[in-house]
Structure formats: structure tokens, C-alpha cells
């Protein structure tokens, strides 16, 4: 069944409401019409099973058949802080990101980035990167859209931190000298809701003052296994791992 | 260091040749001449730091400075067997598959691919796939080159993967059925240098029967998390679950 994320105020115990531009997508891309089934989805990550009375051009309306006990998020929460990488790879890592159960991405201005964004740009791109975020949470069945945060400098990022339990940074340097225990370590020491950093570089990298700043505020440096990743890649496999270790091992 | 692929002719214990394309390369990408140094790997895995002693437009040649003892290969090996999908994504597959590590991709025509390759399109399309495995396997610092089949049909995939001791099928209908164990406990049944099958659908997932004779030729069914993913997302999830399963867990 299509699914569809509203604001808190659009559902409620027997009815919900869809304005923007989903309802465009049910009406002319789903072709639905009263008496059809959609799943919604609020901001709390309560699921709902809801059927149409009317759509109109502004707004499809409803009832609510019932309140189903769904929940697809990961028992931890990963925040992915992704130094700004060239082109659509941002667009790639929100994506795949948001289908592997990230709960936030948070880009920031890295010394090898090659992109800058300035103020008008960044949100420019959050609005689309939180577009495709809703788009991937409604495809791969999340209760929740993740956050993408505005651009902030490294020093605003070490700041941002703070507020989380594990803070683990992908260093390329450990995949080649052969470190292959300090993420599984990191992850072991991870309870259920506890709050996940992990920062990874542009292409080029983060330089050695970056890291030792990351190490200097909590960070473990750790390999994503013994291979190379690129930037793009590295977010994905840090996901999967979480998935594989917190949802499939347990 | 840059990184090249050669075959095993091209690398004998005292001197390495590199022909065709790299050529171009390492003299007008790279900008190398004589006295620089690479990293040349023959198709055996075998990793030796070189030094250049000459470079014309056809070739490059130098000595072998020393061998060197890397192994970045995962521990078990991985065949990717991928329903068509659309567009340039199994150009993406081939590319993160092989910086994650696997063995072997291997296209198949699944009864909902919307593509279909003739023999010729195959043929071009199986060149340009070894092309990008080529070359994230130099970029990831890989010792061997993916195989990259060409396309087979069901039939043919079902023969082919009678050679592997451990087979897997991705079937979101487990997600949604909340089945969480089946792939940790297929994974631990594997032992150093097990051969793994896994097999991913399309778009538009697999058929039942697609499924059932799947399930008959002993392929276990397996959910990669409870969040449904994309076609092009399952295979960097499962070998992103092995690579930590098998090199960060032990």
C-alpha cells in the first residue's frame, strides 16, 4: 500500500488530511480515488492504515481503518555527518542512507572539500536533500523522515557532537594499517536509543589536524574493513553494519 | 601509490610491462616518468611496489622494487547475481560491489526486469561493467578484479549457482514479514574461503515462482533488515553485513 508522511496536526484518531504536493502523486500518479487504501505516516512515526472519501485538487481527505503496531526504525539512532563531497553523491548518501534507517545527515564544510556552499545555496540543497529523504523513508517503509541538517563548519559540527553517546570517525589511514577491530568494539558499547555519530571526509579526505581535533572531542577513529571506500560508500557500509549488528545478529 | 591491474605475463619477479589503456594513464593522467613508482597486481592477487625504467606511447615498463604481503580480499567469496535492473544502476553495483568486496556479478534476466539485453547489447554492456570493476578495484585497493558474467537466463542462473556452498535469496516479503535471522545464521555456517551466492531481484522483486524454484534449488530466503530497500541497495547491504561479519566481528 502507498504510504505517505503527514504533519502531526493532518492525522488523527479517525481521520487524516494530505495537502502539497502529494496530492498530486495520488490523484494523477496513483490515480486514486474515493474508497481507495494509504498508509499514513506522522511525525511521531505512528502508522496508519486510512481510506479516501474525497480528493480534490488541494486536499485528499479520510478515514482512519485502523493504527497499525509498525516499526521499521533502527534501535539506535546514526546521525551521518558527511564532509561535502562533489556533485550528487550527497544526493546518493541521503538516499541510500535514508533506505539503510539514518536518522539524520548533517553536512559540513571539510578542508579537502572541493564544493562550498554559501548560505542561499545550502538551503537550496537541504530542501531538496529533505524532498528526497521523504521520497526514500515512504519507499523503504520508515516511521520516521530522517533530519537533514543545514551546512555547518567543522567547528559548529564538534559542537553538534556533543549531544551524542558514540562518536566514531572513518579514517581511511586504520583501513591501511590493518586496524580491524575499533568499530565493532565502538558498536558493542552501544545500547538500544543510544544516539550515533559518525563522520566521514570528502574524496580527498580529512587532514591529519581534522582528525586529531575528531580525536581530541571523543572520536574513535575506525576502519570500515580492510578495503578503500570511497566517501560515497563509506555512510552505506556504516549503516549496513549497524543494521547487521543491532537488528540480525540480536 | 596508483595502482594497475596487469596480467600474469606482465609481471614476472624482477619486471613488470603495462599495455593499453593504463598506458595513457599513468603518462598523460598521472603525469609519471621514469624514476616514479607504482603498484602493479597480477591476476593472481600477487602485489609488487615497481619502479618505472621507461615509458613509450605503448607501453610502460620497470623493475620490481620488492613483493609485498597485502591481502584486502574478503575472507569468503561473494558472486552478486543480479535481476536486470533499470537504467545505469548496475553500473552503480558493479562499482560499490567491488570497493565492498565481491567476487563475481553476474546480470540475469528475472521475469520482471523491464530491460532485456540481446546478445550484442550483453556483450558491450558485460565490457564497460569489467571496465568500472577494473577500476574501483584499483581505486579500493583490491588484489583481484571482479569477474563480471555475462547476462544468463533463470534457467542457467539456477545450473550456475549448484557450484556454490551457501546460497541466499533477498525476498522483501521476509522484511515485511518481520524475519530478522535467517541471514546471520546462513552467514555463520560459512567458513574462510566458503563460496556465497546471493540473489537479488529486480525492480520489481521476484516472482513466486521465481521464489518457490529458488527455494527448490536451495536458496535460503532471507530479509536484509525490516526497511524494504531498493534493488540496487540490497547487494551493498549484504556484502557491507559479510565484510563486518567476517573481518570486524572476529
Known amino acids: 500500500m502507498q ?16 495537502i502539497g504536493e502529494d496530492v498530486k502523486h495520488i490523484s494523477k500518479v496513483m490515480r486514486m480515488s474515493e474508497g481507495d487504501e494509504l498508509i499514513c505516516i506522522n511525525e511521531a512515526g505512528l502508522v496508519a492504515h486510512c481510506q479516501i472519501t474525497s ?14 503496531a509498525e ?5 539506535v539512532k546514526v546521525t551521518v555527518a558527511q564532509g561535502l563531497p562533489k556533485g550528487d553523491k550527497l544526493e546518493l548518501i541521503v538516499q541510500k542512507g535514508t533506505e539503510l534507517g539514518a536518522y539524520a545527515f548533517l553536512p559540513f ?27 526514500a523513508a515512504e519507499q523503504s517503509y520508515r516511521n520516521v523522515v530522517p533530519k537533514i541538517y543545514s551546512k555547518l563548519s567543522f567547528q559548529q559540527l564538534i559542537k553538534e557532537s556533543e549531544n551524542h ?16 577491530t575499533n568499530l565493532a568494539t ?13 563522520l566521514i571526509g570528502p574524496e580527498g579526505g580529512l587532514t591529519n ?12 577513529p575506525c576502519s570500515f574493513g580492510p578495503r578503500i571506500l570511497r ?4 555512510a552505506l557500509y556504516f549503516l549496513s553494519a549497524v543494521s547487521y549488528h543491532f537488528e540480525m545478529l540480536r
Not at 4 to 18: K, P, R
Not at 209 to 220: M, P, R
Request: charged share 35%; aromatic share 8%.
Open 109 to 135: 564544510q571539510a578542508t579537502r572539500s572541493i564544493v562550498k556552499w554559501d548560505e542561499k545555496k545550502s538551503e537550496k540543497k537541504r530542501e531538496r536533500l529533505e524532498k528526497i529523504a521523504k521520497e
Open 71 to 75: 516499526n521499521t526504525e533502527l534501535p
Open 209 to 220: 589536524e581534522e582528525v586529531a581535533d575528531l580525536e581530541q572531542a571523543g572520536f574513535i
Open 186 to 198: 565502538s558498536l558493542k558499547k552501544a545500547e538500544v536509543d543510544s544516539s550515533i555519530f559518525v
Open 165 to 180: 553517546e558514540i562518536k566514531i570517525v572513518a579514517f581511511e589511514e586504520q583501513a591501511k594499517a590493518g586496524e580491524l
Open 55 to 68: 480528493i480534490s485538487s488541494a486536499e485528499v481527505k479520510g478515514n482512519v481503518v485502523q493504527y497499525l
Open 231 to 234: 566517501t560515497e560508500t563509506a
Open 3 to 18: 504510504r505517505y508522511f503527514v504533519a502531526n496536526n493532518q492525522l488523527n484518531e479517525t481521520s487524516f488530511s494530505i
